[in-house]
């Protein structure tokens, strides 16, 4: 069974560009998640999926952050305009519905690489 | 914020046994413990977890005190390329919550 894939693995843009990152979640998992690792910092929350609908968008940097989930399958991550900052790994991790009190772990992608110059 | 509190960093001579520590002292009656594991810049990896019984599968064995303010990791014979961070992360049972990485521990295994 394939595990979450992301795409593009690595992206090099320049400030002012925009960037259109891609999640393809394990087959029937309805959650999706997005996170992201700037160097030298910790893994921090983006936003949560449950199907097309966000449920969570808390860990949202600002605007310039947009995630879609149409159709409750594939999430992209469109950054634009696209700042020095924004820089790091982008990773997308997706679970099961919890259900009957049991927790679900979650699966991560390898993670999308980001560069602004 | 994380809710755990671990070492910054641990080292591990390769073959023996690694026990990674956490302390949870305000975890609540309805979260588990889980583990999770970043190997160098690879997408993290979910480990093992727990409520307050000891688990054990093919990775890992997960050791949860009585009073559950603590536990600790143990991969039984470690080798190098159980090299990584590890994160203790407490979670809600029963919910699809986002979860919380915190700094975690950077175990190095020795040769």
């Known amino acids: 069974e394939a595990g979450v894939t992301q795409f593009p693995s690595h992206s090099v843009i320049e400030k002012g560009q925009t960037v259109t990152l891609r999640c393809d979640p394990i087959?029937?998992?309805?959650?999706l998640y997005w996170y992201r690792r700037v160097m030298g910092k910790e893994i921090k929350f983006l936003l949560h999926?449950?199907?097309?609908?966000?449920?969570?968008e808390s860990g949202m940097p600002n605007n310039r952050f947009l995630a879609e989930r149409t159709g409750g399958t594939y999430s992209t991550l469109k950054v634009q305009p696209a700042e020095l900052e924004d820089s790091g790994v982008y990773f997308c991790?997706?679970?099961?519905?919890?259900?009957?009190?049991?927790?679900?772990?979650?699966?991560f992608g390898e993670g999308s690489r980001l560069t602004v110059l | 914020d994380a809710k755990t509190t671990q070492p910054t960093s641990m080292d591990c001579a390769e073959g023996r046994a690694a026990n990674l520590p956490c302390n949870h002292s305000?975890?609540?009656?309805?979260?588990?413990v889980y583990w999770y594991r970043q190997i160098h810049s690879q997408g993290p990896q979910y480990i093992i977890h727990?409520?307050?019984n000891n688990e054990t599968n093919e990775m890992a064995s997960l050791i949860i005190t009585e009073d559950r303010k603590s536990s600790t990791l143990i991969l039984p014979h470690a080798t190098l390329r159980d090299t990584a961070v590890y994160y203790c992360?407490?979670?809600?049972?029963?919910?699809?919550?986002?979860?919380?990485f915190g700094k975690g521990t950077r175990l190095h295994i020795l040769p």
């Open positions: 992360i407490v979670r809600v049972a029963g919910r699809d919550d986002k979860i919380i």
């Open positions: 999926f449950v199907k097309e609908s966000k449920q969570d």
């Open positions: 991790a997706s679970s099961q519905v919890v259900n009957r009190g049991l927790t679900g772990e979650l699966f």
């Open positions: 087959s029937g998992h309805d959650n």
């Open positions: 305000t975890i609540s009656g309805n979260e588990y």
């Open positions: 727990g409520l307050k």
